[in-house]
């Protein structure tokens, strides 16, 4: 056998790839990373799974046909066909066409949504609230089954325990959660004893985040009383709630940190606004004795000595009237005193006294009746409140279980696909009914 030349080989290989008819007809999925655009227009990138990647190239019309962001990270489909590029005898995929799915498909629906959204004017910058510096209430729409709840409660209690934490439960991941985060975020938004809503969740998959992309949890949000803080997710994570959100948090427990203060920040920010109260108090009494000064000043300026003479001769004048008048008030007084005195010696002391003691005596013995009787009552009722407080306490412990507003008690009364809602004694919980079993058989 004659050796033959690299060329030739490559040029062989490639004749042979274009009369394959599958490998000129390939559609296949991946996840695009490495892009760059050519000056030329073309498109260079690469496609992988999760255990293979190839060099892919969409010539500069087929990419402007194809209307497509390029974006690393987006799941895609494309229609072409594999070649071999001579120079680097490098096996490469000419890409045709090129169709966002899974999360793509997902992120492209959040695109467009974005830019419906956007133009309406709901993201807008002016339509943002301040957060409150000192929030006594706090709002959270969340799972109660979750992390964040955990980990936001943990933080808010270590930064300040004083602040109060009131949670709306709802679903944040599956079908109809949208509409429950909305129902939950309705709940605390009418409420006038909140400062500030947060809504949040874990981290996943941008399927399992997409609920908070629904278009109708956004309007109403949009539409909101209080400041809303949206910490859904990882930092890398984004949803349509962070952008109609007054503030955005990287995660739960940052947004635990936005909103509470720690004490040490608030009692010294207290500190420093008494300061500044004891230093303007300060200048307005120095400003105050300044000006009584000025103006004492002047009236010893303004008023003459003989005037001034004359007012002492009235003062003492009035001083001479008063000395007078006090005299026959005290004279009075002493006889007033005097025929008191008269009246109380003619009155037998010692008959009065024992008539006192007598009265006393029996009014102690009926204070005494009466105390016993009250303390019997009171010991009573509280019997009767200790029983229905102990009969209240058991009723409470049970979850009831309603569809609707109607209360359930058997199997019988629900269907499968009915949603139900579990009261407990924090709170309460959605759940959908998967399948029913009755008298030992599933249905």
Do not use: W
């Not at 409470?396 to 058997?410: E, H």
């Amino acid at each position: 056998m004659n050796p033959i030349s690299v060329s030739e080989l490559l040029a062989y290989a490639k004749k042979v790839l274009k009369t394959d008819y599958m490998l000129n007809h390939v559609l296949i999925k991946g996840e695009l990373s490495e892009i760059k655009t050519a000056a030329s227009g073309h498109v260079y990138f690469t496609v992988k799974d999760d255990r293979a990647r190839m060099d892919c190239i969409m010539y500069r019309d087929d990419a402007e046909a194809s209307d497509m962001e390029f974006s690393v990270g987006m799941e895609v489909e494309m229609n072409g066909s594999v070649a071999i590029y001579a120079p680097s005898g490098r096996l490469q995929f000419v890409a045709k066409t090129m169709e966002l799915t899974g999360e793509g498909a997902l992120y492209k629906l959040f695109l467009k949504l974005k830019d419906l959204l956007s133009k309406e004017g709901l993201f807008d910058m002016e339509k943002k609230m301040p957060l409150p510096q000192m929030p006594k209430t706090v709002g959270v729409v969340t799972s109660t089954v979750g992390a964040a709840l955990h980990d936001f409660l943990q933080v808010a209690a270590n930064r300040n325990p004083a602040v109060s934490v009131i949670v709306s439960p709802t679903l944040v991941q599956g079908e109809g959660a949208g509409a429950s985060i909305a129902r939950a975020f309705k709940r605390l938004d009418g409420r006038d004893d909140v400062d500030v809503i947060l809504i949040t969740r874990g981290g996943g998959s941008m399927e399992d985040l997409f609920c908070f992309n629904d278009e109708t949890l956004i309007r109403t949000l949009a539409e909101r009383r209080h400041p809303v803080v949206s910490a859904v997710g990882h930092e890398v994570d984004t949803t349509l709630c962070d952008y109609v959100a007054d503030v955005r948090a990287a995660t739960p427990t940052h947004g635990a940190e936005i909103i509470v203060s720690p004490r040490e920040d608030i009692l010294s920010a207290s500190r420093a606004r008494l300061r500044t109260m004891e230093h303007a108090i300060a200048l307005n009494l120095h400003e105050a004795r300044r000006q009584n000064d000025a103006l004492g000043h002047r009236l010893h300026q303004a008023v003459s000595m003989e005037a001034i003479l004359n007012k002492r001769l009235a003062q003492k004048a009035v001083k001479e009237r008063m000395d007078f008048r006090m005299k026959e008030v005290l004279n009075l007084h002493a006889q007033s005193l005097n025929s008191h005195g008269i009246r109380i010696r003619a009155v037998n002391l010692p008959a009065r006294a024992e008539r006192d003691m007598e009265q006393l005596a029996a009014l102690k013995r009926r204070m005494v009746r009466q105390s016993a009787l009250a303390v019997k009552n009171a010991q009573r009722d509280l019997a009767e409140l200790d029983n229905r407080m102990k009969a209240m306490g058991k009723e409470r412990v049970k979850p009831r279980v309603r569809v609707s507003d109607r209360y359930i008690r058997s199997a019988n009364d629900v269907d499968v696909g009915d949603v139900l809602t579990i009261d407990l004694i924090d709170g309460s919980v959605e759940a959908r009914v998967l399948s029913i079993e009755r008298n030992g058989h599933e249905l």
